[in-house]
């Protein structure tokens, strides 16, 4: 199962390297990261989903909350949170299934933002469940291409 | 003006260290990076947004695209894409504001997705402008925490 945490972090050239350089030493995949600004400019938050042993897991966690360009270190597991990811999704579309198509689209209130002669491009953000079920109803149709953010999270009520 | 590349990589362990220190190496600073799984389990795209000389950023995109594990990398400032970028943000809200707060979040389209006392949070996706524009509406209000995806981007038309 993967494992989620979230960093918030200075914004200094080589976080990311020293990051990663930290979770490559154990046998350790990054499944998905996602990195960006906060309310405060010189703080961004990282979402990192790994995929491992929970014992590695642990020990990362330890080794990221001792550097000195973490603020703060969350196992997500642990806690109560709201995640969700975003996704674009560019589908094949052949006249004969654009019906069944639009109808995927509304039932999962995916947005579509772009179209081409033989595409359709949408959106959608959601928790992992919801991203699973959207691209498992549209790859009988082809996937072209996607583009997954990766898990974003904050914990739940007014912490 | 911040850069976007977007690549295409094999998801082999070290591949994020391998590419932060690939950017590490010159005096460019990550503003965002988002990777998460692609139509193909075994390849994962990175959108990474980055700041600096484009001098510098066209270096990185060579560097990155001799690579191994890289597939592809595009300079997304020279093709025509769609962006999106996610954002969580939780904001104070005192009964007095509470309507205001709450056109705010109808006319940006933005989805409550939890609440606690004196707090609201709510999730919403759009191009960069969009995000920083809700994230100036709100910041008056008192922004108590923020998650933001970073871009992830695809191609316009059926490429």
Same mark, same amino acid.
């Given at each position: 199962?993967?494992?989620?945490? %979230?960093?918030?972090?200075?914004? /200094?050239?080589?976080?990311?390297? /020293?990051? %990663?350089?930290?979770?490559?030493?154990?046998?350790?995949?990054?499944?998905?990261?996602?990195?960006?600004?906060?309310?405060?400019?010189? $703080?961004?938050?990282?979402?990192? &989903?790994?995929?491992?042993?929970?014992?590695?897991? =642990?020990?990362?966690?330890?080794? $990221?909350?001792?550097?000195?360009?973490?603020? *703060?270190?969350? #196992?997500?597991?642990?806690?109560?949170?709201?995640?969700? /990811?975003? +996704?674009?999704?560019?589908?094949?579309?052949?006249?004969? @299934?654009?019906? *069944?198509?639009?109808?995927?689209?509304? +039932?999962?209130?995916?947005? @579509?933002?772009?179209?081409?002669? /033989?595409?359709?491009?949408?959106?959608?953000?959601?928790?992992?469940?919801?991203?699973? &079920?959207?691209?498992?109803?549209?790859?009988?149709?082809? $996937?072209?291409?996607?583009?997954?953010?990766?898990?974003?999270?904050?914990? =739940?009520? #007014?912490?």
């Amino acid at each position: 199962m993967p494992r989620t945490i %979230s960093a918030l972090v200075r914004n /200094e050239p080589g976080v990311l390297a /020293e990051m %990663s350089e930290a979770i490559r030493k154990y046998n350790v995949n990054i499944k998905s990261i996602s990195a960006g600004e906060t309310e405060n400019p010189d $703080i961004s938050r990282l979402t990192i &989903g790994l995929v491992g042993q929970d014992e590695d897991i =642990r020990k990362i966690t330890e080794d $990221i909350a001792e550097m000195d360009v973490i603020i *703060q270190v969350d #196992d997500l597991a642990r806690k109560e949170f709201v995640d969700r /990811e975003l +996704v674009l999704i560019k589908v094949a579309m052949e006249p004969a @299934v654009t019906p *069944q198509i639009m109808q995927i689209f509304e +039932v999962f209130r995916a947005n @579509v933002v772009g179209m081409g002669q /033989e595409t359709i491009t949408v959106e959608m953000s959601g928790d992992r469940e919801k991203i699973d &079920g959207l691209i498992n109803m549209l790859k009988p149709h082809g $996937i072209k291409s996607m583009c997954r953010s990766g898990m974003i999270a904050l914990k =739940r009520g #007014d912490d």
